[in-house]
């Protein structure tokens, strides 16, 4: 018979607890590894994505800060000086120039002095909106200016509507004359109220004491 020998069963069972214990470290290393390559991953995709936010934030602003150049690149001056000549010009032929030339083609040879009077109360609201006119700087005002000009456009078209009927060409053209210096004044208007700033970017200054 085969006697059991006592360093045998010691040296295997060295052997076994040496072989759990490598079992057991291969599998924390084994995890560890696993860990470590889900934490890369992870940052790879976070990294990934804020890159992409990035990139569609900075094209974002370059595509404003494009808008905002072309803005600014277009000149206020010329516009505004557009819109200040035709102005004047209409308020000079609608108050002066317009009843001369309707007394000398109207048969009835209506008075010039009343036809004055009478286009001066008219023109009161533009009168009051001229030196904003002039000035061309707030957005706001010269937004009710554009209204002002709607109406007076409005009253002119119906106007020169009614002269169709029942008056001679030379009176119709004044009135067509009236009709398209007004139709000027509201398109120079839209295109300066366009290249002005904004008004919510507008700052206003304090008051001087």
Avoid: C
């Avoid at 094209?59 to 800060?65: G, L, P, Q, R």
């Avoid at 557009?82 to 009835?108: C, D, F, G, H, K």
């Avoid at 006119?133 to 078209?157: C, E, H, N, Q």
């Amino acid at each position: 018979m085969a006697t059991n020998n006592p360093n045998n069963e010691a040296q295997r069972s060295v052997l076994a607890n040496d072989s759990a214990a490598f079992d057991g470290q291969a599998e924390i290393a084994t995890s560890v590894i696993a860990s470590t390559e889900a934490a890369d991953t992870n940052m790879n995709t976070n990294t990934m994505t804020s890159a992409i936010v990035a990139s569609t934030n900075s094209a974002i602003n370059t595509s404003k800060k494009s808008v905002k150049a072309d803005k600014v690149s277009k000149p206020i001056a010329p516009m505004h000086r557009l819109l200040v000549m035709t102005w004047l010009l209409w308020l000079a032929y609608r108050l002066l120039v317009m009843p001369v030339l309707i007394s000398i083609v109207n048969p009835t040879s209506p008075d010039i002095v009343g036809g004055i009077v009478w286009y001066g109360l008219w023109l009161i609201p533009a009168f009051i909106l001229t030196p904003a006119i002039l000035r061309g700087r707030s957005p706001y005002i010269l937004l009710v200016g554009s209204m002002l000009t709607l109406v007076y456009l409005g009253a002119s078209g119906v106007t020169l509507f009614i002269r169709v009927y029942g008056s001679g060409w030379a009176e119709i053209l004044l009135y067509l004359l009236d009709f398209v210096l007004l139709l000027s004044i509201n398109a120079w208007l839209f295109l300066l109220l366009k290249r002005l700033p904004s008004m919510n970017n507008v700052v206003k200054q304090p008051r001087a004491r």
